[in-house]
């Protein structure tokens, strides 16, 4: 699974995802830009979290999320991330169910 932002970085991350796990584990790819609201990043990252914890992985895996990608001038992170956690407040115990790992990576002039 991953979360993504930004067009460049999200090309690496999906190539390094298949080159690590395969291709067949990529369950899920998603990007947003374009400056979106603390509203908007929350529901998408809702959406996310939501498939990502109906089931448990049938190999008994872990599952991963990504939050990634380089910053560009007009994105907010403290709304994006604002969203985020907000969603990570929700689906907290279910993360916790289904074994939800998170890596971030962020950059850029806003980080």
Do not use: C, H
Request: net charge negative.
């Amino acid at each position: 699974w991953t979360m993504v932002a930004g067009g460049g970085a999200s090309v690496v991350y999906a190539d390094t995802i298949a080159d690590l796990a395969g291709i067949e584990d990529l369950a899920n790819y998603g990007e947003y830009s374009g400056g979106p609201t603390t509203s908007e990043t929350k529901f998408y990252a809702e959406t996310i979290l939501d498939l990502m914890t109906r089931d448990k992985d049938l190999k008994g895996r872990d599952k991963v999320l990504i939050i990634g990608g380089a910053i560009a001038n007009f994105t907010d992170v403290a709304k994006t991330f604002t969203g985020i956690i907000q969603a990570f407040e929700l689906y907290a115990d279910k993360m916790k169910q289904v074994g939800i790992k998170i890596y971030v990576r962020r950059g850029g002039p806003n980080y």
